[in-house]
């Protein structure tokens, strides 16, 4: 089946969960959106300040547990990328056949989700018990150039 001229075809788009996004990522996003030609939806519970380009739009969602996770996934559709730590996002937006990227580059599979969940739930009943872990390192010049080259491998492979 053909498309007529009344159907577009859509360009993939990518969703940032942006509450928790690195500014150092935000930022590879603003100049990877603008060199691909491709929109960015920065999801937030609160206004964000974005560069004024064509490629990049801020919505804000209301203040609530998962809104912007809600509102991420009423709008992504197959093909998309989210940018997310958030991994039972993650495993909602690979079951819509779209792709998850952790800030720090690393790619979320359908492969690897369930341990991924299973973990993230191991430590959550850890902290509910009162043992404390550490939490993530430290955001590094390396994990910012770790998810420029997945995000460039991404656009390369999706959005031409």
């Not at 053909?2 to 990518?14: G, L």
């Not at 300040?49 to 559709?77: H, M, R, T, W």
Request: proline share 5%; aromatic share 8%; hydrophobic share 40%.
């Amino acid at each position: 089946m053909t498309a007529t001229s009344d159907e577009q075809v859509r360009k993939p788009q990518i969703w940032v969960d942006a509450d928790a996004c690195p500014v150092a990522v935000k930022e590879v996003i603003y100049k990877a959106a603008g060199r691909a030609k491709i929109l960015a939806v920065f999801v937030a519970n609160q206004p964000l300040s974005l560069p004024n380009s064509p490629y990049l739009k801020s919505q804000q969602v209301f203040q609530g547990f998962d809104k912007a996770d809600d509102y991420i996934c009423e709008g992504v559709v197959s093909g998309d990328l989210v940018i997310t730590q958030d991994i039972p996002l993650a495993a909602d937006i690979l079951e819509k056949n779209a792709f998850a990227l952790h800030p720090r580059g690393d790619q979320y599979s359908k492969e690897t989700i369930r341990a991924k969940l299973k973990m993230r739930d191991f430590n959550e009943t850890l902290r509910a018990s009162g043992i404390h872990s550490r939490g993530p390192k430290s955001f590094t010049a390396q994990d910012k150039q770790q998810f420029a080259n997945s995000l460039d491998r991404w656009l390369a492979k999706y959005c031409r």
